[in-house]
């Protein structure tokens, strides 16, 4: 079955980077676009951006633009999201989704994973 | 970007009573308009997609309408494992904005 799994929870210091990577499981890698979300603690969902692993090619929300970098490796399966210049704001639950069949909406969601900024 | 609203940003009603959540979008996004339930410390879970198809498995006292760029989802007959947040989704094209958020609790 469809499967997303994420990697762990991070701590980083403000102005660091971060990388989450995002492990595709029980399907065809390259025929889903993969959507990025976040979830500040008590807020609401955020969409980041999202990657096609059929080419690499990225669609990133603006507030994001300059900031967030989405990646993809076709021989494990796996995307990444690299988040850098970060402040106490990103401090979130980072989710990744695979899109539905025959939607572009998020349909499989992974575990999700925190992300800790703080000095 | 298209802006998505929500109102209102919560409401507390009693077991059995009609609970409606309105979400509205900037511009024309079709019917591409989803709805999703987000308990405490769970992931979102798919409710409702274009603007008023049920997924399997969800309860029937769900739905949801589509007027013009205005969507609403509507709870027929609120139950206590209704409480949660819901959130409204357009996916038409990127970026695929969700709303701000709907709290709904028992009175």
């Known amino acids: 079955q469809v499967q997303l799994v994420q990697s762990g929870a991070e701590v980083r210091k403000p102005g660091a980077s971060v990388t989450v990577s995002c492990k595709a499981l029980?399907?065809?890698?390259?025929?889903?676009?993969i959507h990025w979300v976040r979830q500040a603690p008590g807020q609401g969902l955020e969409w980041m951006g999202w990657?096609?692993?059929?080419?690499?090619?990225?669609s990133y929300a603006q507030r994001f633009q300059g900031r967030v970098t989405m990646t993809r490796d076709s021989s494990t399966s796996t995307v990444y999201m690299q988040l850098s210049r970060l402040t106490s704001d990103d401090t979130a639950v980072y989710f990744c989704?695979?899109?539905?069949?025959?939607?572009?909406?998020?349909?499989?969601w992974g575990q999700g994973a925190l992300v800790i900024v703080s000095s | 970007d298209i802006q998505m609203t929500q109102s209102p940003s919560s409401l507390s009603a009693s077991v059995g009573d009609r609970v409606t959540i309105t979400c509205r979008a900037g511009?024309?996004?079709?019917?591409?308009l989803a709805w999703y339930q987000q308990k405490p410390g769970r992931i979102p879970n798919l409710l409702i997609y274009?603007?008023?198809t049920l997924q399997p498995g969800v309860p029937s006292r769900f739905s949801g309408r589509k007027s013009g760029t205005e969507f609403t989802l509507t709870i027929s007959s609120l139950q206590p494992e209704d409480v949660a947040t819901y959130y409204c989704?357009?996916?038409?094209?990127?970026?695929?904005?969700f709303g701000p958020g709907t709290k709904v609790d028992i009175k």
């Open positions: 989704a695979r899109r539905r069949e025959f939607q572009l909406l998020p349909g499989h």
């Open positions: 029980g399907y065809r890698f390259i025929g889903y676009q």
């Open positions: 990657i096609n692993p059929d080419g690499g090619g990225t």
């Open positions: 511009q024309d996004i079709d019917n591409y």
């Open positions: 274009a603007s008023s």
């Open positions: 989704q357009k996916y038409d094209s990127a970026p695929f904005t």
